[in-house]
């Protein structure tokens, strides 16, 4: 959406774009430990699912894995797509529109807080810690739904190796 907006120094008008931002979150599930929750850091505080900002040039997928790496130690294998959640009330900070993905890892024991989070620590999905941040209950609750067989994962897209050619299909 295009919004016109006045320089406070030299009271120019000009627009620019308000778009939500691109984020991601991962639901790291293991069967015997539950799901990866970490405390965060930074306001706003409270628990929540990894995730972070999406950056410039970079896929979903490759976000996702990258922050899993920088907030709790694990290399994630991306399982399936559970949804896009895009609620303007969904970050207090600004409209956000995440990618919300599943995935498992090999070594469940390597699970350490990094990055802006203050801890990670795996639970299971009837004994969270309270309170979950942004729209992360919802979240939880459709991967409850998932596991009951109620909802379905979509697949994940391929890593792109490079931009397709112009006579390529994207």
């Not at 950056?55 to 694990?74: F, I, N, P, V, Y």
């Not at 970050?91 to 469940?108: C, E, I, K, N, Q």
């Not at 969270?128 to 729209?135: Q, R």
């Not at 609750?141 to 391929?158: K, M, N, S, W, Y």
Request: charge should be negative; proline fraction near 9%; aromatic fraction near 6%.
């Amino acid at each position: 959406m295009k919004k016109t907006v006045t320089c406070p120094l030299c009271h120019q008008t000009y627009e620019i774009y308000a778009n939500p931002a691109p984020t991601v979150d991962v639901i790291i599930h293991d069967p015997q430990r539950g799901v990866v929750i970490i405390e965060r850091g930074h306001a706003p505080l409270g628990y929540a699912l990894p995730g972070g900002f999406i950056d410039d040039g970079e896929q979903a997928e490759a976000a996702a894995r990258r922050e899993m790496k920088e907030e709790t130690s694990l290399d994630v294998e991306l399982t399936g797509l559970l949804g896009v959640y895009s609620a303007p009330w969904r970050d207090p900070r600004r409209h956000t529109m995440s990618t919300v993905f599943v995935g498992r890892t090999a070594h469940p024991e390597r699970l350490c807080a990094g990055d802006d989070a203050a801890r990670a620590a795996w639970y299971p999905l009837d004994a969270l810690p309270a309170p979950l941040c942004f729209d992360h209950g919802i979240i939880l609750a459709h991967f409850r739904e998932v596991l009951a067989g109620r909802r379905a994962l979509a697949p994940i897209q391929p890593d792109a190796p490079h931009a397709p050619d112009s006579g390529e299909e994207a």
